[in-house]
């Protein structure tokens, strides 16, 4: 059992390597399950022990969970990556480069919402380019209800949202 769960990890850390910004869990999930390489719940074992072993750092936000490559894993996939055959490096390189710009895209943007000591709701909402934040708002409501819309709006109006701001701005 060992032996698979550390190729699986090996896969993970691979997957972070390749690319310039995190990958959400479901994400990292989707390649799993549709390759058929292991279930749910062992895929949910190695991202755990990865993560209580610093190889890979997760954010976690209401609704998602993204994860980051450290330098301690980037080392790890150093020296055993060779471990990976090359049949799955194929598998991954292929996965990532056909579904890159979806992936992004998923990923930039981030809404959440959490009570705040004055007994109402903040709104977070964050553009992201990989590492890089474009834009972060923080809104005040005042109860669940409306945070949650507000949360659900966020992907559907951000762009334009974005770019109503950055123009208001460059006016002269």
Known sequence: ???PLTLYKLMILYMLKQVKFP???SQIS????DKEYTTYFTLQQALSELGESHLIKLESTR???RYEITREGEETLSFFGKKISP????DI???LKENKVRLRDEVGLVSDYYKSTNQDYIVHCAIREGKAQLLEINISVPDKEQAEHMCGRWNKESQKLYSVIMQ?????
């Not at 049949?87 to 194929?90: G, H, V």
């Not at 208001?168 to 002269?172: A, G």
């Open 1 to 3: 059992m060992s032996e």
């Open 23 to 25: 990958l959400a869990g």
């Open 30 to 33: 989707e390649f799993f399950l």
């Open 63 to 65: 609704n998602s969970s």
């Open 87 to 90: 049949a799955i490096i194929e």
């Open 93 to 95: 390189d292929t996965y």
């Open 168 to 172: 208001s701005l460059m006016k002269e």
